[in-house]
């Protein structure tokens, strides 16, 4: 060969047999050879439907692969996948807002409102408004609270940060514990989607918005009327979504958890926001660990020096 | 190889014996060599001027919207990053005293919220399938922060005064009147280009953000 002596091959001959292909022969096998007959057309059907176990497509992929053309569901990194969640029109969302509020027995509000095409949208600016409005509201109760005593009252911006993370984690959160828990030990009757939870989750928080306003109003019965009102009724709903889908031995702890947490964050607002303080008027009325030690520190700091007067 | 105004430059050609000759030009282009490299040898004053000539011709079109497509044509973000520094500079709140309520914004929150707040406005109007490209938003929401911004202005002003109910009340009536001058004018801007069944989905976030924002000029009180 030309050139080869540029390259030194050597070939080890006592490993001739690993580099031989291995033939063969056509007819010694005995009995019947199982053979694919690729010249007859096979229509390949799969079952898709999300209960079998191993399937792993959430609920409304798995609707659109079954009903619409076959199109690939776009990928999780781009434009489209979103704007597929975004697909809604307002009295959509108008429905979905009033319907989360009013427990319906009989009536999924899953199956009839958010089934086909669950959304974003709703629960995105849902929290944010409630965010907002627990901060504005707050401030209002705490400025009407102080007002006409010899107080000069100072808004509090900080109500903003800390609704933000109550509310955005329960709503993210908890949907996620959820359906992480009946993904793995719930039955298998009826699957939510995690997109499915959030909307649900979102939507759910909507009746905390006008109640929210309500508590306004500084009578302490009343803030805990309006509290339990509110937290049944869309608690209710959320029960009812979730009831179907977890399995009956385990029902009554998790369907009180879920509960629990959303009567839990409610409280959480009123007592933090909206209760009028009994104590001193200087202390605010936050329990969270991170007032507690700012007012620890300043009150060290703010004895050892005068302070000055507005 | 000529350049535009007709000089001859030798090219490596010429030495094989060809000569290429020819004229580039090039529509609506300044069409001397030193009208070209005007903007970078112009005085600073002149480069300085244009640019805040285009913002302010935006801020004119925000109050006395006649010609609202000048905010989408040549979009900037000058006019926002102004308004937003100067309301965020303003609006703080005082950190000496910590016993009593914690005060006002630090000048970060504010900036995430109008920025934070602007980006998510307009991936809304996006996602909801909006034409306007992601920064002629940006830009619309940010200079329609104009009537907030001189709202506050009033406000600091009126806060001279020792407070009384009826001057509280003036600040409300402006804040309630640069919250309706702001949200109108970008929501005639923005609101175009969605269909009727979608326009209030479009429209609600923006409401929202003026809404916050002008929350925060009335609450400003120090």
């Known amino acids: 060969m030309a050139g080869s002596s540029l390259i030194d091959m050597e070939i080890d001959t006592s490993a001739d047999s690993q580099l031989q292909f291995q033939e063969f022969p056509a007819s010694n096998v005995p009995g019947p050879v199982a053979e694919l007959d690729v010249r007859s057309s096979h229509t390949l059907t799969f079952n898709h439907s999300p209960d079998t176990p191993g399937s792993d497509t959430e609920g409304p992929e798995s609707e659109l692969l079954r009903d619409g053309p076959q199109k690939p569901s776009p990928s999780f990194w781009t434009f489209e996948f979103y704007q597929k969640l975004f697909d809604v029109d307002t009295q959509t969302v108008v429905d979905r807002i009033l319907w989360s509020m009013i427990p319906r027995p009989g009536h999924s509000y899953l199956q009839h409102h958010i089934r086909p095409k669950p959304d974003l949208y709703g629960p995105f600016w849902i929290c944010t408004t409630l965010i907002f409005a627990i901060a504005i509201s707050g401030n209002l109760a705490n400025y009407l609270q102080t007002a006409g005593k010899d107080f000069h009252w100072k808004y509090n911006f900080r109500v903003v940060t800390y609704a933000a993370s109550a509310v955005y984690s329960y709503a993210w959160i908890t949907p996620m514990v959820l359906w992480a828990y009946l993904r793995w030990c719930g039955g298998q009757e009826a699957r939510l989607g995690f997109l499915e939870m959030m909307c649900v989750y979102g939507y759910s928080l909507s009746i905390y918005i006008p109640v929210s306003i309500l508590w306004l109003i500084e009578v302490d019965w009343l803030q805990w009327l309006i509290l339990g009102v509110g937290a049944a009724l869309s608690g209710s709903v959320l029960l009812m979504t979730a009831w179907p889908a977890v399995q009956k031995t385990h029902r009554l702890p998790v369907l009180a958890a879920v509960l629990g947490l959303h009567l839990l964050l409610a409280a959480g607002f009123m007592l933090c926001f909206f209760h009028a303080p009994h104590t001193s008027l200087t202390t605010t009325t936050t329990p969270q660990p991170a007032a507690v030690v700012s007012v620890s520190v300043s009150s060290t700091s703010a004895a050892a020096q005068p302070q000055p007067q507005h | ?222």
């Open chain 2, 1 to 222: 190889m000529a350049c535009g105004d007709g000089r001859h430059v030798r090219s490596a050609y010429e030495d094989l014996g060809a000569s290429q000759t020819g004229n580039i030009t090039i529509p609506n282009a300044p069409t001397s060599q030193e009208e070209r490299l005007d903007t970078l040898d112009e005085p600073i004053f002149d480069t300085f001027w244009r640019d805040v000539k285009a913002v302010g011709i935006k801020f004119f079109h925000v109050l006395y919207p006649k010609n609202k497509e000048i905010l989408l044509k040549d979009w900037d973000l000058w006019g926002p990053l102004l308004l937003c520094t100067f309301m965020a500079l303003i609006l703080r709140g005082s950190s000496d005293n910590i016993m009593e309520n914690d005060g006002g914004p630090e000048l970060a929150q504010v900036f995430l919220i109008v920025w934070i707040g602007s980006i998510f406005v307009t991936l809304n109007s996006k996602l909801l399938g909006g034409n306007t490209s992601f920064f002629q938003n940006v830009c619309v929401l940010g200079y329609c922060l104009l009537p907030t911004t001189l709202a506050l202005i009033i406000c600091r002003v009126i806060l001279i005064y020792s407070q009384n109910t009826i001057l509280f009340l003036l600040r409300l009536l402006v804040t309630i009147n640069g919250f309706i001058v702001a949200s109108y004018g970008a929501s005639t801007i923005l609101g175009n280009g969605h269909p009727s069944e979608r326009k209030a989905l479009v429209l609600y976030p923006i409401f929202l953000f003026y809404f916050v924002i002008s929350w925060l000029v009335i609450s400003h009180t120090s």
